[in-house]
Structure formats: C-alpha cells, structure tokens
C-alpha cells in the first residue's frame, strides 16, 4: 500500500467551476498535511496545510481532513485556467522532520 | 517575501564527479531540508538540517551524500561520486520549527544532468 494515494488525473474542469483533489494516506500517526501546487518543471509551492478534522479555507481554497477515514481535499473554487498544474499531497508525523509526498494530480482548467 | 535560493538552477556533470549544490534558506528558518525529483516520479525526501547535525535521512542518502552548513547562510548538499541514476531536480526546503504547523517552504531546485 503507498503511504500517501492520490488519483494522477488529468481532472478536467471549466473555468468557473470547483475542482476537487482528493488525498488518502496510510499512516494513522500522520499529523500534518499539506498542499502543494507545481507547475511543470518548476518547485513544489505551498498553497495551505492542515492539521485538524475540518476544513479549513484560504481566500479559493478549502483543505478538508478526516482522520478516521485517512483522507484529505483540496477544493478550489472559481477555477481559472492559471490553476492548471500538478497539485501534491504530502503528509508528516510529528516524530518525523520529512513530509512524504503523493505523486499528485494533475488539474486541467479548460478556459 | 522571503524565499529559499538555490544555484547553480542546472548542474551538468560527467559521471564520477563530484558536484555541490548550495541553497541559502529563509533567514529565521532553524530547520534544513534536501528532497530530489526524478523526471515523472514523486517528490522524496533526502535528508533533513537542524542545529549543525542531521536530524535524520533516507535510504536514499548514502555515504556518497553529504550536507554542509559552512557560514550562516548557506546550506550544500554534496555527492561524491555522480552516478546517471543521480539525474533529478534537487529542491531545498527550510521551516522555521518542526511541528503540525511548520510548513516546509521549497528553492526553485537545481536540475542535475549526469552524462
């Protein structure tokens, strides 16, 4: 089993609408989660983490976790075509300094 | 706002070499990290920095790597002797603590070629 699943897409949306990014992980000592956003042949840049059940929301961005099914979201509202990008998922224990990372999904806004 | 710096942004090494590459993390930043991208693959961890010593490393960091704190500002990471399967982006990271809500921020990476 991979320690952190995501689906590699391509996830194709219209512009406007809410793309949904989806994130399972197998370690139940997992504390912190985080999401990258990273365009082709560039750096992983954060967009936001979180590390309570809930959601949390950042101006287009909401990070929903839930710890008893091992599952966190990344919604973005308002999807523009600039979004388009490979969006990672990495997890962190609190006894670890390393964030393992997802291989991503793939996120296409059609304009 | 602040952000992580790495040089050289593309490395080209002849096998066997040896090759630094060098990274300034954010300036009130404590803890240090080396993760690596092989072209189409995940992004892994190498090896994390913190007080002068290695906090801890992967399998993939073997004797053939090293990290290096020199000044106050720079943080290396060397490998002794490239090998081809060495060729990956190398991204530095720092965060200011360890914890639940310290993100880890990322260098713009170093794409190393070995030929």
């Known amino acids: 089993q991979k320690e952190v699943e995501q689906n590699s897409g391509p996830l194709s949306v219209p512009e406007g609408a809410i793309a949904s990014l989806n994130c399972t992980y197998s370690?139940?000592?997992?504390?912190?989660f985080f999401w990258y956003r990273q365009y082709s042949g560039k750096s992983p840049e954060l967009i936001m983490f979180?590390?309570?059940?809930g959601d949390k929301e950042d101006g287009r961005f909401t990070a929903q976790l839930n710890k008893a099914s091992q599952y966190v979201s990344l919604l973005i509202r308002d999807s523009q075509p600039s979004d388009s990008a490979t969006y990672l998922c990495a997890v962190n224990r609190d006894s670890s300094y390393k964030l393992i990372f997802g291989s991503g999904t793939r996120l296409l806004v059609r304009p | 706002e602040p952000e992580v710096t790495q040089t050289p942004s593309h490395q080209v090494t002849q096998m066997g070499q040896e090759v630094i590459l060098r990274c300034v993390p954010i300036s009130n930043h404590l803890y240090f990290y080396w993760y690596r991208q092989i072209l189409g693959q995940k992004v892994e961890f190498l090896v994390s920095f913190y007080n002068n010593e290695i906090s801890e490393k992967s399998e993939i960091f073997d004797d053939q790597f090293s990290v290096e704190r020199p000044d106050g500002s720079n943080f290396t990471l060397k490998i002794r002797s490239t090998k081809l399967e060495d060729s990956a982006m190398y991204f530095c990271?720092?965060?200011?603590?360890?914890?639940?809500?310290?993100?880890?921020?990322f260098g713009d990476g170093t794409r190393l070629s070995i030929l």
């Open positions: 370690d139940r000592g997992s504390q912190s």
């Open positions: 990271a720092s965060s200011v603590a360890r914890g639940v809500n310290q993100p880890q921020h």
């Open positions: 979180i590390y309570s059940n």
